[in-house]
């Protein structure tokens, strides 16, 4: 299906006298063997008026018109993105590129690395051809990333991420002169906008494997850059392992974003959070994940009642529990909070508001008050069925209330 729609827009681009490319990514992974369903066109002509004229056809749709002459198509579920080949000049480090229209020639040679920078011709007169100006198949053949130019890191200093991202995913190597411009550039990071930053980051928590390319970065100099000073932990592969264990129900990446700023301060991370435009979701579970850290010796105490761990920790993220229960030292908090998130949370009384009204109990606080009552005997075994919580809910209106006060969170 994919082919056949690779297919309608070459010939219709032929009939427009414009020249379509496979390019990128999904070129590297061809001649690597790895599958990739990421399909990049370049046109040398005009890819938003192809990829109109393809939607008037009837065999795709066309989902976005994007800035910069590109746009995307879709087709069953394959997504195709078109994008018309162009020139790039960097007005200043870190600054977005200035566009202009240019040959499959200038849109190789804008790009970050020789492996990505080949094209697959698809025109009638050249189809399969492949265009390989800066050497990438032989890098390919040696696993080395090479920059196309010795500014390249200058001009976008995401290459940097996008550099690590792709030596760890692959297991190649930079190439020697590479290697030292990108230690040479590190600086240029900070002429980066924090979404930029983000961006990378995310798509380098998004890997299979990322504690990889985590572990080389903190080693490179790179985090420390990036405001993440403490370093990260010995145990970033067990931990991030132990993220990936399919019973944790905190998303990835934000629970990968918990553990690595786990070792932080407070103040660290609201730096972080606003150097690097952090959305509220996993801003507000990096800073429950500290906050809960800081508490910690209070799930520490011996003896405590279901309910207390409970009340403790009914507040928290389920991403800030579970960072805290893989990155904790301490085996009685881990244990406490493996308790919750195994048993306690999901924990529920037989009887709710409608059933008390029926018991006589009229909405308000005290139905609140004996509501959660409830919840804490259930939790604590003290009440196991529905009848003896009836007979609770009973004698607690009757004012025989001993239940124990709720610990509250510090
Ligand atoms: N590119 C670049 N510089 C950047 C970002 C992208 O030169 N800062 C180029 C690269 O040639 C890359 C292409 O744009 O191959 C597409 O970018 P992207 O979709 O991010 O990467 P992919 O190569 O598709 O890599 P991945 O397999 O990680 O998706």
């Given at each position: 299906m994919l082919l056949e729609l690779v297919a309608d827009i070459s010939t219709l681009a032929a009939g427009r006298s414009e020249r379509v490319y496979l390019v990128g990514g999904v070129v590297r992974d061809l001649l690597l063997g790895y599958p990739n369903l990421d399909i990049d066109l370049v046109v040398e002509g005009d890819a938003v008026g192809l990829a109109r004229g393809l939607a008037g056809t009837g065999k795709a749709k066309l989902l976005a018109r994007h800035h910069f002459g590109t746009a995307t198509l879709k087709h069953g579920e394959f997504t195709v993105d078109m994008a018309t080949a162009r020139k790039e000049t960097y007005a200043r480090p870190g600054a977005l590129p200035e566009v202009a229209p240019g040959t499959i020639r200038d849109d190789l040679a804008r790009r970050d690395f020789s492996i990505n920078a080949m094209a697959v011709a698809l025109s009638p007169d050249?189809?399969?051809?492949?265009?390989?100006?800066?050497g990438g198949r032989a890098d390919l053949e040696q696993r080395l990333i090479r920059v196309l130019h010795p500014g390249s890191f200058r001009d976008d200093a995401t290459r940097i991420l996008r550099?690590?991202?792709?030596?760890?995913?692959?297991?190649?190597?930079?190439?020697?002169?590479?290697?030292?411009?990108?230690?040479?550039?590190?600086?240029?990071?900070?002429?980066?906008?924090?979404?930029?930053?983000?961006?990378?980051?995310?798509?380098?928590?998004?890997?299979?494997?990322?504690?990889?390319?985590?572990?080389?970065?903190?080693?490179?100099?790179?985090?420390?850059?990036?405001?993440?000073?403490?370093?990260?932990?010995?145990?970033?592969?067990?931990?991030?392992?132990e993220a990936r264990n399919p019973s944790r129900t905190g998303k990835l990446p934000t629970l990968y974003f918990c553990l690595l700023m786990y070792p932080t301060t407070v103040d660290e991370l609201e730096v972080f959070i606003t150097r690097f435009n952090m959305p509220s979701g996993p801003s507000r579970a990096m800073r429950d994940t500290l906050h809960l850290k800081n508490s910690l010796h209070l799930l520490q105490r011996p003896s405590l009642k279901p309910s207390q761990?409970?009340?403790?920790?009914?507040?928290?993220?389920?991403?800030?529990?579970?960072?805290?229960a893989i990155a904790s030292e301490s085996t009685a908090a881990r244990g406490n909070l493996e308790l919750f998130l195994t048993e306690l949370r999901h924990v529920k009384s037989s009887l709710n508001g409608e059933d008390l009204q029926k018991l006589g109990i009229p909405p308000g606080p005290e139905?609140?008050?004996?509501?959660?009552?409830?919840?804490?005997?259930?939790?604590?075994?003290?009440?196991?069925?529905?009848?003896?919580?009836?007979?609770?809910?009973?004698?607690?209106?009757?004012?025989?209330?001993?239940?124990e006060p709720q610990p509250q969170r510090e």
């Open positions: 050249d189809h399969g051809e492949l265009i390989d100006l800066h550099g690590v991202r792709y030596e760890q995913r692959l297991g190649f190597e930079f190439e020697v002169q590479t290697a030292g411009l990108l230690r040479r550039d590190i600086p240029m990071l900070d002429t980066i906008s924090g979404d930029r930053i983000r961006n990378e980051l995310e798509l380098i928590l998004d890997e299979k494997e990322p504690e990889y390319a985590i572990r080389r970065l903190d080693d490179l100099g790179v985090l420390p850059r990036l405001g993440l000073t403490t370093g990260v932990s010995d145990d970033i592969h067990e931990m991030f392992r761990v409970y009340g403790l920790l009914q507040e928290y993220v389920a991403p800030a529990i579970e960072a805290n139905m609140g008050r004996i509501l959660r009552a409830l919840h804490r005997a259930r939790l604590d075994g003290e009440v196991v069925n529905r009848i003896d919580e009836e007979r609770l809910a009973c004698s607690l209106l009757a004012g025989n209330d001993n239940a």
